[in-house]
């Protein structure tokens, strides 16, 4: 996890040097939102998925740092004052309260555009049809059916109240969808073909839901000096989660389940898994 940390720091500090002109505060937001702090974990799927068919190690850094882009894009953007403002993200002042909301948004447009250039370019894939996969993939992952939907659905749950299945779409969309991206777009790397992907698929689909219940678990144990956030404020607005829902105990039991189904969707693959199995057991053992 530390080695994927550094190279992330790296690749960003690679393509965003600040300028010598008006732009400078603008590269500065984008390197203060994408460098340093952040669990990492849609790269760490992208590197370990990709492992599984031998791509090129480069041609997976190019592509786990475009996914983190829209990651990092969306938690400039989540935390803005219209949406659920916040002052600290991982650890740091958020992009508007080290800046301003003006050059936070700009930053996070930024960052979203550059993840599309990330996977436009020649260097990331010699095939343009693999190119084109990756673009529909996280731009699928990305939108309205994707995070961008699950975001308009978790604002909506400060008004309305949601049962266990409504909760369940909402997170599948908000985090799973780019948590799944990750993993599916090692296996178009790997020109694997869709109908050879449907154990990852699943592998992501559980692991995303695990994440998340782990998550809601955190906002209610966690330490917020550790997470590097402020914690506890889905309650304080109301908001229903795994565990309002289900309890403590029920939600955990849950997370253990999806864990272990995770596991088993990559039944067909041996110590070449290894990782993916860690990452999905680390949904569940992480205090941040």
């Keep these: 996890m530390r080695e994927i940390t550094a190279e992330m ?18 590269y500065r937001a984008m390197r203060h939102a994408a460098i340093g702090g952040g669990k990492r974990l849609r790269p760490l799927l992208v590197f370990a998925t990709s492992r599984l068919f031998g791509v090129d190690r480069q041609c997976a850094a190019r592509v786990a740092t475009a996914i983190e882009c829209i990651h990092v894009y969306s938690l400039v953007h989540d935390d803005l004052p219209a949406m659920d403002n916040d002052d600290l993200r991982r650890g740091k002042p958020t992009v508007h309260k080290a800046f301003d909301e003006a050059t936070a948004i700009l930053a996070g447009d930024c960052l979203h555009a550059l993840a599309f250039e990330i996977l436009a370019d020649e260097k990331t894939h010699s095939d343009p049809f693999v190119r084109v996969e990756l673009i529909q993939c996280l731009a699928l992952a990305s939108g309205p059916s994707g995070m961008a939907g699950g975001q308009a659905m978790d604002l909506e749950a400060e008004r309305a109240s949601f049962d266990l299945a409504t909760v369940t779409r909402l997170q599948a969309m908000k985090t799973g969808a780019l948590i799944a991206c990750s993993v599916e777009s090692g296996a178009i790397l790997g020109r694997v073909a869709p109908e050879g992907r449907t154990g990852l698929k699943g592998y992501a689909r559980d692991i995303g839901l695990a994440f998340q219940i782990a998550d809601d678990l955190l906002d209610i144990e966690g330490d917020e000096d550790k997470v590097g956030k402020a914690l506890r404020k889905d309650g304080a607005a109301g908001k229903e989660t795994f565990v309002s829902l289900l309890g403590v105990d029920r939600a955990r039991e849950q997370a253990r389940m999806l864990v272990d189904q995770a596991i088993a969707h990559l039944h067909a ?20």
């Design 9 to 26: 720091d790296r690749q960003f500090d690679a393509l965003l040097p600040v300028p010598g002109d008006a732009r400078a505060d603008l």
């Design 269 to 288: 693959y041996g110590h070449e898994a290894d990782l993916l199995r860690d990452l999905a057991r680390y949904t569940l053992e992480r205090d941040r």
